[in-house]
């Protein structure tokens, strides 16, 4: 069996929601860019890196995604945790991180990446 024909006999793989998705878009272009040591696993997903970051490209220009949603997409995700909302300090934070992952899993599901 060839490499090609091995890529194409593993199903590729929903996310279960929007955090699984941002988490795996950031741990993955991190992996991909050299800057955390590790590897892609064998698990297809159902998209590439490259729409994710044309997907959130997209919905920022559209307005849907503010520049404070980003900031906190970005801190929270590299942290690889959601902000917590009875943690004081991060109380706003995870408002703003609650209602970009619901606009985020609207526009994943509208696309079928999302179960």
């Given at each position: 069996?060839?490499?090609?024909?091995?890529?194409?006999?593993?199903?590729?793989?929903?996310?279960?929601?929007?955090?699984?998705?941002?988490?795996?878009?950031?741990?993955?272009?991190?992996?991909?860019?050299?800057?955390?040591?590790?590897?892609?696993?064998?698990?297809?997903?159902?998209?590439?890196?490259?729409?994710?970051?044309?997907?959130?490209?997209?919905?920022?220009?559209?307005?849907?995604?503010?520049?404070?949603?980003?900031s906190?997409?970005?801190?929270?995700?590299?942290?690889?945790?959601?902000?917590?909302?009875?943690?004081?300090?991060?109380?706003?934070?995870?408002?703003?991180?609650?209602?970009?992952?619901?606009?985020?899993?609207?526009?994943?599901?509208?696309?079928?990446?999302?179960e």
């Amino acid at each position: 069996m060839t490499q090609q024909t091995m890529q194409t006999t593993i199903p590729a793989e929903k996310f279960q929601n929007a955090e699984q998705l941002w988490f795996w878009f950031l741990y993955a272009r991190s992996v991909r860019n050299g800057f955390v040591r590790g590897h892609m696993t064998s698990q297809r997903r159902i998209c590439e890196l490259l729409d994710v970051e044309t997907l959130v490209t997209k919905l920022y220009l559209s307005g849907r995604l503010t520049d404070a949603q980003l900031s906190v997409m970005k801190e929270f995700g590299d942290r690889r945790r959601a902000p917590h909302q009875h943690i004081w300090a991060e109380n706003k934070k995870a408002e703003l991180w609650r209602t970009a992952m619901s606009v985020l899993n609207a526009a994943a599901t509208a696309r079928g990446w999302i179960e």
